[in-house]
């Protein structure tokens, strides 16, 4: 004789499920301990919890084919699916409230999860009571397809809340269509996923390498779950990990325990991230880390400072790294005074927009008989190349230069200068450039140079200036090139 599903079946089918859920519930403490046995079902939880899941999707697929009229399926078989499917997900929640006692795991996304399938079992149990009674208003069709829809919502939502545990957020919205994404969230796009849109005053870690670790690590190695007691999630949780194996060796990725465990074939039992335990890291991930490794590790280089070789360029600009702009380049210098511009021209200084866009000027004064005058002093702010070459400028109108602090090129060469004006530009934070030639400068002259460690280029041919006050200068600014119109052998 079949076996059948009777309402008295389904009444104590509904009790025992409810006093076993309460006792499982207020029994089992997440933060408790339990024997190994029980831990050891417990790390199967994500095996298990595949079958409660198919059994109701199966009784939910029956349910709408009978309602289509596609196929006859007896109610009496969907009852029986919707038992196997009760009792299946009791021992699936047995299993993962063992698993949730190894720790780790997000406490608020944990309990989210924990009640879904609570919810999820409970209306497989009420379902089966309300199709097999002929209570006047418990039989109404309307319940029992709230109970359906509520069942699908908690699965639905319960399977991203696992998936976020163990994969991140987004896990299941990453290709899913446009209405779940409505509902479970938006995942970020591919250009958001990077903050590259101030490299000059964003770190390569919190820009690059922070949000890799987060998005692809932090599941196991985040603020609320560090597995193997490792944090990825903050400087200060890498910096003061203590561990067999260095982590981190700046410099040599090779001696690096973390560059060696994600260049692990993806099935070797010690690759990360772990197979099916989380986001796989991308080649061009993996590739971000070596370099951030290999260029020292640092947690302070920005991105507009840092060396990025041809391959890594061109991966930050597939996630929206524009041009990295550095120097002046990167201020947000006003723009002049199209006024005062027009006074100084007409009074013969050249003055030029320095590029299109730019608020940066070039200014040259050759042949002008004053070009500090009020109106030049006015624009201090955006002159950024100055050439006074073959001018009658002095010693004492140079002392303004230090009101300038913007330049990166200044051309002196062919003037009167001593050099003991020279003391105002030591304070230039930008200056590359910087041509004595042809004027009065020494050795004594040089001492104001030195502190300028932006300079590039030094011009100091038919000057004052001794084989020694250049030596004393190669050693102050060993990356500049001096010129003193002498070929070295």
């Known amino acids: 004789m079949p076996l059948m599903i009777s309402n008295r079946f389904a009444k104590w089918n509904l009790i025992a499920i409810s006093v076993l859920l309460s006792v499982v519930y207020f029994g089992i403490e997440t933060a408790g301990q339990s024997p190994d046995l029980f831990r050891f079902f417990g790390r199967l939880h994500p095996i298990i919890v595949h079958f409660p899941i198919a059994v109701i999707v199966c009784a939910l697929i029956f349910v709408v084919l009978n309602k289509m009229r596609w196929v006859s399926i007896p109610d009496n078989v969907v009852n029986i699916?919707?038992?196997?499917?009760?009792?299946?997900?009791?021992?699936?929640?047995?299993?993962?409230?063992?698993?949730?006692?190894?720790?780790?795991?997000?406490?608020?996304?944990l309990f989210l999860h924990k009640v879904m399938g609570f919810g999820a079992t409970s209306l497989c149990a009420i379902l089966i009571y309300l199709r097999t009674s002929d209570h006047r208003i418990l039989s109404k069709p309307v319940l029992g397809r709230l109970c359906w829809a509520l069942m699908t919502i908690w699965l639905v939502v319960g399977g991203d809340l696992g998936g976020r545990m163990t994969h991140g957020k987004g896990f299941i919205t990453q290709y899913a269509p446009g209405f779940v994404v409505a509902v479970l969230g938006q995942p970020n796009p591919m250009k958001?996923?990077?903050?590259?849109?101030?490299?000059?005053?964003?770190t390569v870690f919190d820009g690059i390498?922070?949000?890799i670790f987060v998005e692809k690590c932090s599941s196991c190695h985040g603020g609320e779950r560090q597995e193997g007691k490792l944090g990825l999630h903050t400087m200060e949780a890498i910096s003061t990990h203590e561990g067999d194996e260095p982590l981190i060796v700046a410099g040599r990725p090779e001696e690096s325990l973390l560059i060696k465990r994600i260049s692990l074939p993806e099935g070797h039992e010690d690759?990360?991230?772990?197979?099916?335990?989380?986001?796989?890291?991308?080649?061009?991930?993996?590739?971000?880390?070596?370099?951030?490794?290999?260029?020292?590790?640092?947690?302070?280089?920005?991105?507009?400072?840092?060396?990025?070789?041809?391959?890594?360029?061109?991966?930050?600009?597939?996630?929206?790294?524009?041009?990295?702009?550095?120097g002046v380049f990167a201020l947000d210098i006003p723009?002049?005074?199209?006024?005062?511009?027009?006074?100084?021209?007409?009074?013969?200084?050249?003055?030029?927009?320095?590029a299109e866009g730019e608020n940066l000027l070039s200014v040259t004064c050759k042949g002008v008989a004053s070009c500090f005058t009020a109106e030049l002093d006015?624009?201090?702010?955006?002159?950024?190349?100055?050439?006074?070459?073959?001018?009658?400028?002095?010693?004492?109108?140079?002392?303004?230069?230090?009101?300038?602090?913007?330049?990166?090129?200044?051309?002196?060469?062919?003037?009167?200068?001593?050099?003991?004006?020279?003391?105002?530009?030591?304070?230039?934070?930008?200056?590359?450039y910087l041509n004595l030639y042809g004027t009065k400068v020494s050795d004594a002259s040089i001492q104001h140079i030195t502190p300028i460690k932006t300079l590039t280029a030094i011009y100091l041919w038919q000057t004052a200036v001794t084989p020694e006050g250049v030596a004393l200068l190669k050693a102050a600014l060993p990356e500049a090139e001096i010129d003193t119109g002498v070929l070295e052998n």
């Open 192 to 202: 958001e996923r990077f903050d590259l849109s101030t490299p000059g005053t964003t």
């Open 378 to 432: 006015s624009l201090a702010q955006q002159v950024t190349w100055l050439d006074l070459r073959g001018s009658d400028v002095t010693d004492v109108a140079l002392t303004k230069l230090a009101s300038f602090p913007h330049l990166t090129r200044l051309n002196l060469s062919n003037t009167g200068i001593t050099g003991d004006s020279l003391a105002a530009i030591s304070s230039l934070a930008f200056l590359e």
């Open 271 to 326: 690759h990360m991230p772990p197979l099916f335990n989380a986001k796989p890291l991308s080649f061009s991930d993996a590739e971000l880390i070596k370099w951030w490794v290999e260029e020292g590790a640092s947690f302070e280089t920005l991105i507009a400072d840092a060396n990025l070789p041809a391959d890594i360029y061109t991966i930050l600009q597939a996630y929206g790294l524009g041009e990295i702009r550095t």
């Open 81 to 109: 699916t919707l038992v196997l499917g009760s009792w299946s997900g009791v021992k699936a929640i047995l299993a993962g409230l063992w698993l949730a006692q190894t720790g780790g795991y997000p406490a608020e996304t």
């Open 335 to 354: 723009a002049p005074d199209s006024t005062l511009i027009a006074n100084l021209r007409a009074k013969g200084v050249l003055i030029d927009i320095l």
């Open 209 to 211: 390498i922070s949000p």
